[in-house]
């Protein structure tokens, strides 16, 4: 078994960004099953360009992306990605999209082929609080999942594809009073929501 | 050196009370001072008579209360008490006071006696995300606060006192979208609290 | 012009639903267009009968179909109905699906066919706080405007077709800290929002 | 009898502050009162000049200040000021006070003197949003509130006064999903406070 497992670089001024942590602290082998690890950069264009080519080398058996929500109080298991890219804030690149399909001609969506609810199960059960999320913005993350799930359904594969997003850490809330949690639980919810789709 | 410590037993149909939690997992001695741990009943009437025997008794140098403030999603420090006891919420007296004094004739208020930025500076030096707030509520927390500044007060002793609030612990929010932290970081926060009041 | 419009009936224990009160309160006219105002049921498997025969009877230009979300804070325009119904709160007939889908073999997701961006211009003229939203989530106001969209596009129509979540009104709110709107604002926004897509 | 009633003047980069928006559209009598109309500047030092000169000038029967807090989603009733100046925003002095006394030597608190619960009963039975709350912060707001109530008892009248806060007006959340109130209802709210006071 082979999965690759993605985090973001910091965006929105930002010094870290707690997913790729997250994915960052995984081990390189992870029940029987080999981790590709890599660290995906806010930008619209370089991700439509690295999925792709890196999901048709690679085979994964699963590809799970995850990225930060800054704001939500707990780990979010997301159901569906949309065919649009819209944002009234830059990604790292300065490109701010507004209403562009992430590929033209694609369908406007596609659900995630992880069993999303299977991973909110294991979470809850690691005493992580989860949920599913309907919607992964229009942003860069949406942008990742929908030309993951794109690239998979075109090529005829078999590979599973999902999105996590974690809340930020608190090292990114010490002074506002958002809501935010322990690296070492985002961690920890990475790699329980792997080991449950290895399972 | 002598310290009053409190936590709260669980109210409003929740198992635990994270804030009784952190203070049961703290040692009998911390930098040289004696930690006495006392689990208070969330019962209006009953706070207002062990807190004012058991300072009177034990005559501490620090009194520091602890409970939950579910739905904030960090750690506060109260900056002040109010004499009024007001809750459409019964306590687990079945009580539920309306507008009435915490004690007859006190003064409208009085504002915490232990340095509160200080303590706030401490738990974000510790990585935990922290900040002041300004209102206790009316329920039993903002009672045992004013009960035991009262009773220092009227009683000339030195002894300061204050409140922290501590957010759900991941255990009460495993299911619902609200801000909630890991027990561990909760129990942290209140040991870096009174590592800071001890300096 | 012929322009469906829709709210529905109080659910979740509210005794109105503003989205219903505001279809009520149109004219039967508006702009030379003829408006056939319905209330829907808070019902997945009704609103999957009554949608496509009303359709398919009435021929409308426009399907605007509207709802409640409580607890959002301004008036917002979906962008997007997705192929799924699943609910932990049942419906008004007690009914609670889990991850099925609004019809079998359907894509995965359909755009509003309104332009959801001059809507929200449109209120934001007539000083009506207004926002695209992403997800209109899984629960019937999904169902409706999955309904509305896929029947529109099977059967070869122009009908255009979208959703409108309104916040609660204030009779909704009086005693809560929630978000909410006056009802005559609600009522302007359906109507302005109407107005937009009759120009 | 005599009403003095303020609202603050627009801060924090808005354009309006919709509780002078409120307090001006009042009429100069109201069920046979006089209503002396004043707008405060958003200056912890002036206010502290303003209010009690103008208060032992006119010897009003009741004060009724009025501001804005931007983010409630409903009109709330305050019930305590508190002798503290504190904020990390400056105030249209460019002042940035930290943990400084009102006025040296005060109490620590003073409760409104108007009936707060009656007013929230009278503003929900005009059917709009109210509730107590139970901290008007530490920035301008609280000093003018601590400064009406501190000179009131001081001097030994009888004067009741108390504070209000709207939430943002529709015009400040136009683009951003916060909370917001039609001005026309905020305006209504604060004249049924006055009625509900003058009864």
């Not at 890219?85 to 790292?92: E, F, G, H, L």
């Not at 599913?132 to 594809?161: D, R």
């Not at 920890?188 to 929501?193: G, L, N, S, T, V």
Request: proline share 8%; charged share 25%; with cysteine.
């Amino acid at each position: 078994m082979k999965v690759l497992v993605t985090g973001f670089e910091p965006f929105g001024g930002e010094e870290i960004n707690p997913s790729w942590e997250a994915v960052k602290a995984l081990p390189d082998e992870l029940n029987g099953a080999t981790l590709l690890k890599v660290r995906l950069p806010v930008s619209f264009k370089r991700v439509r360009e690295i999925l792709p080519r890196l999901i048709a080398r690679e085979k994964p058996d699963i590809v799970l992306l995850t990225g930060q929500a800054g704001g939500r109080p707990n780990v979010t298991v997301e159901r569906v990605a949309i065919n649009v890219m819209d944002s009234t804030m830059p990604d790292n690149d300065g490109f701010k999209p507004e209403d562009e399909p992430v590929f033209e001609g694609a369908p406007d969506a596609y659900f995630a082929t992880i069993p999303i609810k299977d991973v909110v199960k294991a979470l809850r059960k690691a005493r992580i609080p989860a949920g599913v999320s309907n919607t992964v913005g229009t942003y860069v993350c949406n942008t990742a999942m929908f030309t993951a799930l794109h690239t998979i359904a075109v090529s005829g594969m078999e590979t599973k594809a999902g999105f996590i997003h974690v809340p930020f850490s608190h090292a990114q809330a010490l002074e506002k009073p958002r809501p935010s949690m322990a690296q070492e639980t985002i961690n920890e919810a990475i790699r329980k929501a792997l080991e449950s789709l290895l399972e």
